[in-house]
């Protein structure tokens, strides 16, 4: 099979591909749209891309991208977890406390935020596409005073030096990547693999009091239990939001079919993302 992923060789997503899927053949895009986009224009069969973070939450563009762009499915999603290393270009070995540039993907800069904070005040902060893309920058530029935070990979194909390692904030830091296909399908990962679950997203009739808690409440009773909620903006205007909704199950003949007819009932928009397998790395 053919995987597009966020790259450059040896970012995180990166990574969760080769563990994944290690036969098949691997194919870096520099952005997320860019990974979505080769899955609907054929030229790959799975994308693999960032969805949530422990500490720092959702990648919005992967959820607005998959409401407003994108009409693809969810067929797994694998939990990894994440280690962020500050690495410099061995030339600036001496003087890496005295670096003028810190790169790297915001998410990772947010997972850094109290180090960065306390060690490096004053410093100014980059974002890049990915950890891999502040690695190999740092790599193409040895003579000047910059450093990138990325996974120990990144260090060694980009030949870097690690100057100080595990500098995320929390030590429970992991991230969830999921894999899209444009048809619904079971994927098979030679990884451990917990309990499946479903992704709805849902759009509420607009000004109808109670609505959010009527659609909580078909969930609800039929004892379905819901692991996240979060809400994003339509675009249409302020105030005007889509609901993303993760359920603890894979779906069913009754019990979810049953929810969603209900919440339907009630003049919501009910999307099915997918219905899938989790794996753990
Ligand atoms: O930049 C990378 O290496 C990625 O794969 C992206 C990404 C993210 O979007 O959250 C993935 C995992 C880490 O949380 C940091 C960055």
Same mark, same amino acid.
């Given at each position: 099979?053919k995987i597009?992923y966020?790259g450059?060789e =040896?970012?995180?997503?990166?990574? =969760?591909v080769?563990?994944?899927?290690a036969?098949?053949?691997?194919?870096?895009?520099?952005?997320i749209?860019?990974?979505?986009?080769?899955v609907? #224009?054929d030229?790959?069969?799975?994308?693999?891309?960032?969805?949530e973070n422990?500490?720092?939450g959702?990648?919005?563009?992967t959820?607005?991208?998959l409401?407003?762009?994108?009409?693809?499915?969810?067929?797994a999603?694998?939990?990894s977890p994440?280690?962020?290393?500050l690495?410099?270009?061995?030339n600036?070995q001496e003087k890496w406390q005295?670096?003028?540039k810190i790169l790297?993907?915001?998410h990772?800069?947010a997972q850094c935020?109290?180090y960065?904070?306390?060690y490096?005040?004053?410093v100014?902060? #980059?974002q890049?596409?990915?950890?891999?893309?502040a690695?190999?920058?740092v790599?193409e530029?040895p003579e000047?005073?910059i450093?990138?935070?990325g996974n120990?990979?990144a260090? #060694?194909?980009?030949q870097?030096?690690i100057?100080q390692? +595990?500098i995320?904030?929390?030590h429970?830091?992991?991230?969830r990547?999921?894999v899209l296909s444009?048809d619904?399908?079971?994927?098979?990962?030679?990884?451990s693999?917990?309990?499946?679950?479903?992704t709805?997203?849902?759009?509420?009739?607009?000004?109808?009091s109670?609505?959010l808690h009527?659609v909580?409440?078909?969930f609800?009773?039929r004892?379905?239990?819901?692991?996240k909620?979060?809400?994003?903006?339509?675009?249409?205007?302020?105030?005007?939001y889509?609901?993303?909704? +993760?359920?603890?199950?894979q779906?069913?003949?009754?019990?979810?079919p049953?929810a969603?007819a209900e919440?339907e009932a009630?003049?919501c928009n009910v999307?099915v993302?997918?219905?899938y397998q989790?794996?753990?790395l």
């Amino acid at each position: 099979m053919k995987i597009a992923y966020l790259g450059p060789e =040896a970012s995180f997503t990166d990574l =969760a591909v080769r563990s994944a899927f290690a036969g098949d053949e691997r194919y870096p895009y520099v952005t997320i749209p860019e990974c979505i986009e080769a899955v609907m #224009e054929d030229k790959v069969d799975l994308a693999v891309v960032p969805l949530e973070n422990a500490l720092e939450g959702s990648v919005h563009i992967t959820i607005d991208y998959l409401f407003h762009e994108a009409d693809l499915s969810i067929v797994a999603e694998i939990t990894s977890p994440i280690q962020q290393h500050l690495m410099i270009h061995p030339n600036q070995q001496e003087k890496w406390q005295d670096v003028h540039k810190i790169l790297s993907h915001s998410h990772a800069l947010a997972q850094c935020h109290k180090y960065l904070h306390h060690y490096f005040r004053g410093v100014s902060l #980059e974002q890049t596409t990915s950890t891999a893309a502040a690695a190999k920058y740092v790599s193409e530029n040895p003579e000047h005073p910059i450093a990138a935070i990325g996974n120990r990979l990144a260090s #060694e194909k980009y030949q870097l030096m690690i100057v100080q390692d +595990d500098i995320h904030d929390f030590h429970f830091n992991h991230t969830r990547f999921i894999v899209l296909s444009k048809d619904p399908r079971n994927i098979d990962v030679p990884i451990s693999k917990s309990n499946g679950k479903t992704t709805v997203m849902v759009t509420l009739p607009s000004d109808r009091s109670g609505a959010l808690h009527q659609v909580l409440s078909a969930f609800s009773w039929r004892n379905i239990n819901l692991s996240k909620i979060e809400s994003r903006p339509l675009k249409t205007g302020l105030g005007n939001y889509f609901f993303i909704i +993760d359920i603890e199950q894979q779906i069913d003949e009754v019990l979810i079919p049953g929810a969603i007819a209900e919440i339907e009932a009630l003049d919501c928009n009910v999307k099915v993302l997918g219905s899938y397998q989790s794996y753990t790395l």
